[in-house]
């Protein structure tokens, strides 16, 4: 059941983000980032479980732009981020769980004006269409079903994220003849 659910949620934030212009149609490779994806969820879980009651945004939000922020590491200095043990915790002690977002538009992805307040957009969009998609699989909180469907959203918001910020930094991926 969960496999359906990630790729139904695959499904349509590609689809949304393509209308966006925000993604390719043919999404990057970036193996060095989807490796992170477990080390990252393991440590964000304990967070964004207690953060979903009140604010399941932020809660799934959060992660997109934890995907972006990891792709910018790997494009500027993987040689150094690759070796941080807990990069999550890394990004997360800078300002806090509650400015998570703020600190990795302003420092890490170094947005402002229009770029900083579309991004917000964009990716609370995508975590309401992703809270939206989960509410309606109707499944009762606290058991496993539950909780491997939130990891699929995280799962998702990650890759999409590293997949949004990959195309902003110019990496297309195009056939080749």
């Given at each position: 059941?969960?496999?359906?659910?990630?790729?139904?949620?695959?499904?349509?934030?590609h689809?949304?983000?393509?209308?966006?212009?925000?993604?390719?149609?043919?999404?990057?490779?970036?193996?060095?980032?989807?490796?992170?994806w477990?080390?990252?969820?393991k440590?964000?879980?304990?967070?964004?479980?207690?953060?979903f009651?009140?604010?399941?945004s932020?809660?799934?939000g959060?992660?997109?732009y934890?995907?972006?922020?990891?792709?910018?590491?790997w494009?500027?200095e993987?040689?150094?981020y690759?070796k941080?043990?807990?990069l999550?915790a890394?990004?997360?002690d800078?300002?806090?769980?509650?400015?998570?977002?703020?600190?990795?538009?302003e420092?890490?992805?170094?947005?402002?004006?229009?770029?900083?307040?579309?991004?917000?957009?964009?990716?609370g969009?995508?975590?309401?269409r992703?809270?939206?998609?989960?509410m309606?699989?109707h499944?009762?909180?606290?058991?496993?079903?539950?909780?491997?469907?939130?990891v699929?959203?995280?799962?998702?918001?990650?890759?999409?994220?590293?997949s949004?910020?990959?195309k902003?930094?110019?990496?297309?991926?195009?056939?080749m003849?």
């Amino acid at each position: 059941m969960t496999e359906q659910f990630e790729d139904k949620l695959h499904v349509d934030l590609h689809q949304f983000l393509l209308s966006m212009k925000e993604v390719d149609q043919r999404l990057p490779e970036c193996p060095d980032v989807e490796d992170k994806w477990e080390s990252i969820a393991k440590a964000y879980i304990p967070d964004g479980i207690r953060e979903f009651q009140d604010f399941p945004s932020a809660s799934l939000g959060w992660m997109m732009y934890i995907g972006m922020a990891v792709a910018k590491m790997w494009d500027t200095e993987w040689e150094i981020y690759s070796k941080i043990e807990d990069l999550y915790a890394y990004m997360r002690d800078k300002r806090g769980y509650d400015q998570l977002d703020e600190y990795i538009r302003e420092e890490i992805l170094l947005l402002q004006g229009i770029d900083y307040t579309a991004l917000e957009k964009v990716t609370g969009e995508c975590a309401s269409r992703v809270y939206n998609a989960l509410m309606h699989q109707h499944l009762e909180p606290g058991t496993k079903e539950a909780f491997d469907a939130y990891v699929a959203c995280l799962h998702q918001l990650y890759l999409f994220g590293a997949s949004m910020q990959l195309k902003h930094m110019g990496y297309h991926m195009t056939k080749m003849n």
